[in-house]
T-cell receptor, first 116, second 110 residues
Framework: DAGVIQSPRHEVTEMGQEVTLRCKPI?????LFWYRQTMMRGLELLIY????????DSGMPEDRFSAKMPNASFSTLKIQPSEPRDSAVYFC??????????????FGPGTRLLVL | KQEVTQIPAALSVPEGENLVLNCSFT??????LQWFRQDPGKGLTSLLL?????REQTSGRLNASLDKSSGRSTLYIAASQPGDSATYLC?????????FGKGTKLSVKP
């Protein structure tokens, strides 16, 4: 299995531009998570989906952030417009949700975003 | 709201030493407790998952314990090696998601 795939691995953009991050979860996994990691705040959950349905988006910092999961094998996290404080590493993770609890989460390599 | 704390933030030990990393959480109603390893510039690798009904899990030189009543988990690393140098994060699972601590940065000196 290729594991969780994220693209791009690195993104440098200018303030005000739209940024789209992509994730392909592990085949057969039905839960998908988007996290953001910074030195100051550590690893924060932004949003997660079960069976393609957003369950908890309380971690999404502002309306500038949006996430979609149109099918079981693809998700996007979009920032529009981007700001310098959005600079961070964004991780996607997937797992199996059995209805009672989550199994082990598997993380992608992350997208390192720099907004100038 | 679940909060997860890890102490110490950094730890340096000589090779061969046994060591314990600590994790505490505020909400005892967790579904599971997971330990991860993160190497610099890399993603997270799952090490051990302890379900709420379990007390411990073992994998090779690693042993993780869970005490829900006291809100604590420990990760025990036996006979540490330089290759164990990384940041170790614990995460408490509740209602389908994970809340992470800020990690303990471990350095094992040859």
């Amino acid at each position: 299995d290729a594991g969780v795939i994220q693209s791009p691995r690195h993104e440098v953009t200018e303030m005000g531009q739209e940024v789209t991050l992509r994730c392909k979860p592990i085949s057969g996994h039905n839960s998908l998570f988007w996290y953001r990691q910074t030195m100051m705040r550590g690893l924060e959950l932004l949003i997660y989906f079960n069976n393609n349905v957003p369950i908890d988006d309380s971690g999404m910092p502002e309306d500038r952030f949006s996430a979609k999961m149109p099918n079981a094998s693809f998700s996007t996290l979009k920032i529009q417009p981007s700001e310098p404080r959005d600079s961070a590493v964004y991780f996607c993770a997937s797992s199996v949700w059995t209805g009672g609890h989550q199994e082990t989460q598997y993380f992608g390599p992350g997208t390192r975003l720099l907004v100038l | 709201k679940q909060e997860v704390t890890q102490i110490p933030a950094a730890l340096s030990v000589p090779e061969g030493e046994n060591l314990v990393l600590n994790c505490s959480f505020t909400d005892s109603a967790i579904y599971n407790l997971q330990w991860f390893r993160q190497d610099p510039g890399k993603g997270l690798t799952s090490l051990l998952l302890i379900q709420s009904s379990q007390r411990e899990q073992t994998s090779g030189r690693l042993n993780a314990s869970l005490d829900k009543s006291s809100g604590r988990s420990t990760l025990y690393i036996a006979a540490s090696q330089p290759g164990d140098s990384a940041t170790y994060l614990c995460a408490g699972g509740s209602q389908g998601n994970l809340i992470f601590g800020k990690g303990t940065k471990l350095s094992v000196k040859p």
